[in-house]
């Protein structure tokens, strides 16, 4: 995670100007572990800035994954969210019922893939979405109604309802 400083840094060095508004939403995400939404990042900017628009959060928010200071991600919650964690790879527990999503480390090693398997392909990253229901709505007793998929690589976890995280 990179702090509102080096953000600014960043964004100046690449010649884009940096105001009040940007920098509150440098704030909003350094240190926020629960990979929000732009929405999620607006709601936090807007306490500080009321007049931020969600048009700036976005293209800043794209500028930002541009200049590769954090990730945007699609874990099948509905909404793309922003992960400020680019320094370590990682992969993420998702919440089938809140869409609550953490960074979670893990060693998947091999994946069991066959010489051959990957047709071609030469694979530079791998992402596991580990799905479950977070503490909050365990505790909550929530359900999962629909259940969301995430595309095409992904990876359902084994662990069942009412066991706990070996880690
Ligand atoms: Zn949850
Ligand atoms: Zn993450």
Avoid at 16 to 30: C, G, P
Avoid at 119 to 126: A, L, P
């Amino acid at each position: 995670m990179h702090g509102v400083q080096q953000l600014t840094d960043s964004f100046r060095a690449h010649g884009r100007k940096v105001t009040a508004q940007r920098q509150s939403i440098f704030r909003a995400l350094e240190g926020d572990v629960t990979h929000p939404s732009a929405e999620s990042v607006f709601e936090v900017a807007r306490r500080e800035i009321s007049t931020i628009s969600l048009k700036t959060v976005y293209q800043t928010l794209h500028e930002l994954v541009d200049l590769g200071e954090i990730a945007a991600l699609d874990v099948g919650t509905g909404s793309v969210r922003f992960d400020p964690n680019v320094d370590g790879a990682h992969h993420h527990l998702v919440c089938r019922v809140c869409g609550k999503v953490r960074d979670h480390h893990v060693r998947v090693g091999e994946l069991g893939t066959a010489p051959g398997d990957c047709q071609g392909y030469e694979i530079d990253q791998v992402e596991v979405v580990f799905r479950g229901l977070c503490p909050d709505c365990r505790v909550a007793g929530r359900t999962p109604g629909a259940r969301t998929t995430a595309g095409a690589v992904t990876i359902e976890s084994e662990m069942e309802k009412g066991t706990t995280c070996p880690t």
